[in-house]
């Protein structure tokens, strides 16, 4: 079955440095998203990629999408106390039909990033 | 507030007890999920229903029973569960679509669970 795979597991940083997280599907995607849970909380939507090769940013955020879209990442510029927490990368299987597998979303382990003040 | 409503919160139970988990979105989704989130594991999939049809059921054990009334309510039944069942249980809902209508998946605040 579809695998999803993130990396690191865990990332600390100082205040103010960079940090990115990287995920890679064992299958090509229709579409992948990315999700924020904040220690103690839930899982909170943060955007979508549907199109090969496709960047968005928000804010001090950008996502990209591989042309290949089998793999994405999310990079954070100069990380702020408030960026703490685990991202999830998720992805939608490209090509799945009905039977069930369209409405799967495959989570990643997520990456906890903590940021030293 | 996401829109998603799970009760309770906590919820504390013996490996005999038969308890539920409720999940109750009003963001007129047609696709309502449940997930399994441990300590050291990713989010698993545990069910999907889709228009109220059971679409998914990852190999979950019996011991867990979804049920989904309608539309808008999801339920897991729980009975005889072990202590390795012990986690937080989100509930999520979306708008899916065959094609470009995929929405994002709206969590509920979920259920810590812990079974002694």
């Known amino acids: 079955g579809q695998q999803v795979m993130q990396i690191p597991q865990y990332q600390h940083v100082q205040e103010g440095e960079d940090f990115t997280t990287y995920c890679n599907s064992s299958?090509?995607?229709?579409?992948i998203q990315w999700y924020k849970q904040r220690p103690g909380g839930h899982p909170v939507f943060l955007i979508q990629l549907v199109k090969s090769g496709e960047v968005k940013k928000q804010k001090r955020l950008t996502f990209q999408f591989g042309e290949a879209k089998k793999n994405s990442s999310l990079h954070i510029t100069a990380t702020q106390t408030t960026d703490v927490g685990t991202y999830f990368c998720a992805g939608r299987e490209w090509g799945a039909n009905s039977g069930g597998s369209n409405y799967k979303l495959t989570f990643g382990k997520g990456t906890l990033l903590t940021v030293n003040p | 507030e996401t829109g998603v409503t799970q009760t309770p919160r906590h919820l504390v139970m013996g490996m005999t007890n038969k308890k539920s988990l409720k999940c109750e979105q009003h963001?007129?989704?047609?696709?309502m999920y449940w997930y399994k989130q441990s300590a050291k594991k990713p989010l698993e999939l545990m069910f999907v229903y889709s228009l109220e049809e059971r679409v998914e059921n990852n190999s979950v054990p019996s011991r867990f029973s979804p049920e989904c009334p309608n539309s808008s309510h999801l339920f897991l039944h729980l009975h005889t569960l072990q202590p390795e069942d012990s986690a937080l249980y989100l509930c999520?809902?979306?708008?899916?679509?065959?094609?470009?209508?995929?929405?994002?998946?709206?969590f509920g605040q979920g259920t810590r669970l812990t079974v002694v």
């Open positions: 963001l007129g989704h047609n696709a």
């Open positions: 999520a809902s979306s708008q899916d679509g065959w094609i470009g209508g995929d929405t994002e998946a709206f």
């Open positions: 299958t090509t995607l229709s579409n």
